[in-house]
T-cell receptor, first 110, second 116 residues
Framework: SQQGEEDPQALSIQEGENATMNCSYKTSINNLQWYRQNSGRGLVHLILIRSNEREKHSGRLRVTLDTSKKSSSLLITASRAADTASYFCASTDSWGKLQFGAGTQVVVTP | EAGVAQSPRYKIIEKRQSVAFWCNPISGHATLYWYQQILGQGPKLLIQFQNNGVVDDSQLPKDRFSAERLKGVDSTLKIQPAKLEDSAVYLC??????????????FGEGSRLTVL
């Protein structure tokens, strides 16, 4: 079973716009991670936020975490065509078990 | 640094046949994961190894799936007999130390299985 849900399921934007996607999870976590997957490829790690952190930045990525609501968001600023991919959040428990959500498919048009 | 290697990349079999997938993790990575990703869905964890011991296999259909990690390095995932619903991409990932607690997972390119 999936650990949580992601919203929206699909997102279509133009280059230069910001893309925001949300993730909810069900159980207590050690950390939450975001991954990107290009079509037909494996997953690539983007960013990790620990349960005692509220916000984290990496380049054009900004991640927030609200443990009281069991939710996280990923913001991609100034989107590029190369950002077209599926984005997954994944929650980690204390045993290192990483469970993924259903993902958000992002299409960035030039 | 070499990444996670998986083979074969593609496999087509008939239902009730068997298939095996192989994974070679990044050198020194103690934790190894197998995920099943059905088209349009997120990856579903099948089994997690810490060295050569199983940490979690609660979602592994043990009547038909088996996995082993010999000497805490390479791993194989076997399906016998295959069903139509096993058509998916099988992803292997590895991580240092205590896996995702410590940090990121590194994924292979996956093995795409089609069951006819």
């Amino acid at each position: 079973s999936q650990q949580g849900e992601e919203d929206p399921q699909a997102l279509s934007i133009q280059e230069g716009e910001n893309a925001t996607m949300n993730c909810s999870y069900k159980t207590s976590i050690n950390n939450l991670q975001w991954y990107r997957q290009n079509s037909g490829r494996g997953l690539v790690h983007l960013i990790l936020i620990r349960s005692n952190e509220r916000e984290k930045h990496s380049g054009r990525l900004r991640v927030t975490l609200d443990t009281s609501k069991k939710s996280s968001s990923l913001l991609i600023t100034a989107s590029r065509a190369a950002d077209t991919a599926s984005y997954f959040c994944a929650s980690t428990d204390s045993w290192g078990k990483l469970q993924f959500g259903a993902g958000t498919q992002v299409v960035v048009t030039p | 640094e070499a990444g996670v290697a998986q083979s074969p990349r593609y496999k087509i079999i008939e239902k009730r046949q068997s298939v095996a997938f192989w994974c070679n993790p990044i050198s020194g990575h103690a934790t190894l994961y197998w995920y099943q990703q059905i088209l349009g869905q997120g990856p579903k964890l099948l089994i997690q190894f810490q060295n050569n011991g199983v940490v979690d296999d609660s979602q592994l259909p043990k009547d038909r799936f088996s996995a082993e990690r010999l000497k805490g390095v390479d791993s194989t995932l076997k399906i016998q007999p295959a069903k139509l619903e096993d058509s998916a991409v099988y992803l292997c990932a590895s991580s240092l130390d205590r896996g995702a607690v410590t940090g990121e997972l590194f994924f292979g390119e996956g093995s795409r299985l089609t069951v006819l």
